[in-house]
C-alpha cells in the first residue's frame, strides 16, 4: 500500500478492525519512511450480477434503484427504513449466493413482491401496479380479489 503522504510502500500496519457487518477491515497504517499514519480498508471484490430486463437489455443490479421502488410503493406506509434495507440486504445475498451471472428481472421482481405481501398489502398493491403493468382499473380490482380471497 502506498503512503498517501510520501509514496513510499515500505509501510506497517498498527491496528486492524472488523465492520460491524464483517464485510470490511479497517486498517491503520504507519509509513516506514516519513512516519505518517493512514488508514486503508479492505472490501471482497464483488463479481457484478447482470440483470435481464424484459425487453432483452442486460444491466448491473442497483440497490438503489430497488431501494427507490420500494420507498414509491412503501410511501406513506408504516414501514420503517430498516424493514427496507433489511429486505435488501437479503435480496443481495440470494442473488450473490444464487452464483449466477445473469438474474432476469422477473425473478427479482417476484421476489420483491412476495416480500412486499408479508409486509404490507397496500405496498404490495402499489408494487404489483407498476411491475405488472396494471393498465387499467380491472387490474386493480383483479389483484385486490386474489389479495381479499387469502384473508
Known amino acids: 500500500?502506498?503512503?498517501?503522504?510520501?509514496?513510499?510502500?515500505?509501510?506497517?500496519?498498527?491496528?486492524?478492525?472488523?465492520?460491524?457487518?464483517?464485510?470490511?477491515?479497517?486498517?491503520?497504517?504507519?509509513?516506514?519512511?516519513?512516519?505518517?499514519?493512514?488508514?486503508?480498508?479492505?472490501?471482497?471484490?464483488?463479481?457484478?450480477?447482470?440483470?435481464?430486463?424484459?425487453?432483452?437489455?442486460?444491466?448491473?443490479?442497483?440497490?438503489?434503484?430497488?431501494?427507490?421502488?420500494?420507498?414509491?410503493?412503501?410511501q406513506k406506509r408504516d414501514i420503517s427504513i430498516n424493514v427496507i434495507d433489511e429486505?435488501?440486504?437479503?435480496?443481495e445475498r440470494d442473488l450473490r449466493e444464487a452464483g449466477e451471472k445473469e438474474i432476469s428481472s422477473n425473478k427479482i421482481g417476484e421476489k420483491i413482491m412476495v416480500k412486499l405481501h408479508e409486509i404490507d398489502d397496500v405496498a404490495y398493491v402499489r408494487f404489483a401496479s407498476v411491475y405488472r403493468e396494471f393498465k387499467d382499473v380491472n387490474d386493480f380490482v383483479s389483484e385486490l380479489k386474489k389479495l381479499l380471497s387469502e384473508h
Open 1 to 74: 500500500m502506498k503512503c498517501p503522504f510520501c509514496a513510499e510502500i515500505d509501510n506497517k500496519v498498527i491496528d486492524s478492525r472488523l465492520s460491524k457487518d464483517g464485510n470490511v477491515i479497517r486498517r491503520r497504517r504507519e509509513c516506514i519512511i516519513c512516519s505518517r499514519r493512514f488508514t486503508t480498508y479492505e472490501h471482497i471484490e464483488e463479481i457484478p450480477v447482470m440483470i435481464v430486463k424484459k425487453d432483452g437489455r442486460r444491466e448491473v443490479f442497483s440497490r438503489e434503484k430497488v431501494r427507490s421502488g420500494l420507498q414509491k410503493a412503501c
Open 87 to 91: 429486505f435488501l440486504d437479503e435480496l
